[in-house]
Nanobody, 120 residues
C-alpha cells in the first residue's frame, strides 16, 4: 500500500485560492493516475480532477476553469490549484493514486483527507 501525505487545506474567503499537495511516501514502480476527490457533509465522495501518466486531465464540470491539477513525477506528487473558490467547494478533499508495484500488482491508495472551508 502506498502512503500518501496531503497538505494545503484551510479556511479561505469566497474568491480566494488554495493549493493542495499530495506526496507518495515511498518508491513506486509506476504511478498511473493521480486524482483529487471531495466529500461534503451528507454527500457522496465525488471526483474533482484527475491526471494520467501522459498528462491528460479530467475535471468535474463544477470546477472547470477554476481548478488546475498537475503532477511532478520526479517527486511522486500531485497538486490541485484552486482559484475563485466558492462556498460550495467546502469539503474534505482526498488524494487518490493508482499505481503498479514492482511485482506488477495494481494499487489504489487514498490520502487522509484535508479540510477546505470557503466562508466569509
Amino acid at each position: 500500500q502506498v502512503q500518501l501525505v496531503e497538505s494545503g487545506g484551510g479556511l479561505v474567503q469566497p474568491g480566494g485560492s488554495l493549493r493542495l499537495s499530495c506526496a507518495a511516501s515511498r518508491s513506486i514502480f509506476r504511478i498511473n493516475t493521480m486524482g483529487w476527490y471531495r466529500q461534503a457533509p451528507g454527500k457522496q465522495r465525488e471526483l474533482v480532477a484527475k491526471i494520467v501518466s501522459g498528462g491528460s486531465t479530467n475535471y468535474a464540470d463544477s470546477v472547470k476553469g477554476r481548478f488546475t491539477i498537475s503532477r511532478d513525477n520526479a517527486k511522486n506528487t500531485v497538486y490541485l490549484q484552486m482559484n475563485s473558490l466558492k462556498p460550495e467547494d467546502t469539503a474534505v478533499y482526498y488524494c487518490n493514486v493508482e499505481s503498479t508495484d514492482y511485482s506488477g500488482y495494481s494499487h489504489s491508495s487514498w490520502g487522509q483527507g484535508t479540510q477546505v472551508t470557503v466562508s466569509s
